[in-house]
């Protein structure tokens, strides 16, 4: 069985799969965490996805964290062939595969019957000039007409990943997201928790978070990974916070408003997040500033694995 953490950004995701982690040891059971977050795979993208250093991680093994260079560009596709394959070779070594992460469609990738059909150059080149004529919120505006949900979680920006959904809505006549309704048809058995906390809550912790990444040294990590080609990475590029930190570094704008910008988008992005998750009804959340939080998950996990019978003879 694959147990699933999700939620928000800022809601305390890594310090619950850390906690879980280490209760299951209490069991006899050997938990190794699976990152789910797409701007953590890139190798060098530390503050500004709050990665947590190996020094951080309490000696618990951790996957698919710094599998990319900044130049590389991540894709669905690719996470979801690397992540099964990390969580199978966990399973192969009797241990709990604990997939950490709140990158919506990365994480439904690897829990659901979720394809990925071809490619045509013909329709994609449609796309692509349709782009170049009205730019990418217009083309966002079209992908919300044909698919919400797809466009929802994409988001508005993120001009590649609208093209290619509108390619597959084109190519298959379905919608691109939809593998991601497939609950009843999981790729392995799983249990997922959702880390919820009410937005007025949520906010100002996330402002916080962004003038940390400041403080700590965002701007030096920006200009380092752009001596290693940061601006020429499709993906990396467009991550909230490094295009803001870029920007400034480039000096088209201040710090005050490159981190006015990051807290906006991370806000959004949030607001995108929760409203993909609650859409979900295999997640069964937690309250995030729950006191007896990691209790409540431990209690929750160990009864799902004792009903999957995978709990062994742990006491």
């Known amino acids: 069985m694959i147990l699933v953490v999700v939620g928000a950004t800022g809601t305390g995701k890594s310090e619950l799969g850390l906690a879980l982690a280490e209760r299951l040891a209490t069991h006899g059971l050997r938990a190794e965490i699976v990152n789910g977050d797409a701007m953590q795979l890139y190798r060098g993208m530390d503050i500004g996805t709050a ?5 951080e991680r309490r000696g618990i093994p951790h996957h698919l964290l710094d599998v990319l260079e900044v130049t590389d560009e991540a894709s669905v596709a690719r996470y979801q062939q690397d992540a099964r394959g990390a969580i199978e070779e966990i399973l192969a070594r009797g241990a709990v595969p604990l997939l950490v992460g709140g990158s919506m469609l990365y994480v439904a990738a690897v829990l659901t019957d979720f ?5 045509d ?6 796309w692509e000039a349709v782009h170049a004529e009205r730019g990418t919120t217009e ?11 797809a466009a929802e979680a994409i988001g508005p920006h993120n001009a590649r990943r609208i093209i290619r959904a509108l390619e597959v809505i084109e190519l298959t006549g379905e919608p691109f997201g939809v593998g991601l309704a497939a609950r009843d048809t999981p790729w392995r058995p799983y249990v997922q928790l959702g880390l919820s906390l009410e937005r007025e809550l949520l906010t100002p912790r996330l402002d916080a978070r962004v003038e940390r990444m400041w403080r700590l040294g965002l701007l030096d990590e920006v200009r380092a990974l752009r001596d290693r080609g940061l601006e020429q990475g499709a993906t990396a590029s467009r991550a909230i916070g490094y295009a803001q930190a870029l920007a400034q570094l480039r000096g088209d ?5 490159a ?3 990051t807290a906006a988008l991370t806000r959004r992005y949030a607001r995108r997040q ?3 998750f609650r859409r979900d009804g295999s997640i069964e959340w937690l309250d995030a500033l729950d006191p007896g939080l990691a209790q409540r998950a431990e209690d929750r996990v160990m009864a799902a694995l004792e009903t999957a019978g995978e709990a062994g003879d742990a006491p």
């Open 139 to 149: 083309l966002h505006i079209e992908l919300a007409r044909q698919d919400s949900g």
């Open 259 to 261: 981190i006015a910008e």
């Open 274 to 276: 929760v409203s993909w």
């Open 253 to 257: 704008c201040e710090e005050v408003a």
């Open 121 to 126: 150059p013909g329709i994609r080149a449609k």
């Open 51 to 55: 990665k947590l250093l190996p020094v």
């Open 115 to 119: 394809r990925f059909p071809g490619t």
